[in-house]
């Protein structure tokens, strides 16, 4: 049965809004009036986008659940299921307790789907822009093998740990970016305004000054003169280098340049495979075919480069490889996953040697994420020390020359 998301006046003159379930909009309208209401505006909640948003731009819709209100909702939707309830008294239950009008809509009508007898799994595949493919793949496993409540709770789990991994990377870098912004802002303003003021003031002197403050009297000027065009620059080529990323090709071969990096790229790819080994452990522990596991599991990968490895690993394992085999020809992955994903293999407990290679990987990236954070704040420290006592020597000097030669 569709849903309707009404806008409706009650005996008082107050304004109510809900999700009403009805056959036709003409329908809802008599159910609305039925219960003392005067309907001013009835909209089919349609599949594809968000509940209670059409009146805004597509452009500028958000998502009503971000990852953590999904998460949260997932685990309480587990709970329910695995108490007992069936899933509509379970689905009502939470719009009754939705958290505001769009959630309660979204809720409304994936709870509409479900009673007009689709599966869960295609009423969560309605809505793309709430539930990614992933997460619709492992509901629809859940359902199929009758183990729902058991599916959702694994489900939230891996939406926590891969929150809790995102943010552990992002207060690992948080400090380290805020200092470096600082610092770029300080030295351009000591550049282009305080230095600027020293060759005003020794500009009627004929002695010569010293070195360095000619030197930064040299860099002041330039900054002066081509900061704003460099920084045109800069805009155009970061620009261009975004719509060359779209192109897929380049962005692969970008994305392979970028696994060779020093530092970031090993982070790179341990992040690409601890997400990889998570995702293809938790499809397969839900029962999703070890096929389309990997082709799920494939698409959550950030990197182009690995993306392609494992789509080529699909295809090995689609004529007859075992998929511990298909790892080791990619070397792109680190060879710690392609050793459990062997053991599961060999004790046919893949799922849950997937699961342990991927925790492994998470926390070697959070170590190492860590490490270089602890050793970058005290070098930029450092480093915007040098570069401010520098333009402080090149502003003093000139003084110190000048009241030495008054003496």
Known sequence: MPAYAFEALDAEGATQKGVIEADTAKAARGLLRGRSLVPLEVRAVSSGESPGSAANPVLFRRAVFNATNLAIWTRQLAGLVGSGLTLERALTALAEEADNEQQNHL????????NAGS?????????????????????SAGEQSGHLGAVLERLADDLEERQALNAKLLAATLYPAIVTVAAI?????????????VANVFAGTKRALPMLTVVMLGLSNFLRSWGIP?????????AALRFSLRNPAFRERFDARWLTLPLIGRLSRGYNAARFAGTLAMLAGAGVPILKALQAAAETLGNRAMRADALDMLVLVREGA???SAL????????????????????????AMLQRAANQLSAEVQRRALQFATLLEPLLIVGMGLVVMLIVLAVLLPIIQLNQWVR
Not at 122 to 139: N, Q, T
Not at 185 to 197: A, D, E, G, H, S
Not at 328 to 351: I, N, S, V, W, Y
């Open 119 to 139: 599966s869960f799994g295609k009423a969560l595949s309605r809505f793309p822009r709430e539930f990614s493919d992933i997460y619709v793949a492992v509901v």
């Open 230 to 238: 460099l920084l045109v620059a800069l805009g155009l080529a970061f």
């Open 107 to 114: 809720i409304a009508a994936l709870r509409a789907e479900v």
């Open 185 to 197: 802002v300080i030295v351009l303003l000591l550049m282009t305004y305080v230095v600027p003021q």
């Open 322 to 324: 075992p998929l511990a």
């Open 328 to 351: 080791a020809q990619k070397k792109r992955f680190p060879g710690l996953l392609g050793m459990f994903a062997r053991l599961g293999e060999q004790t046919g407990q893949l799922a």
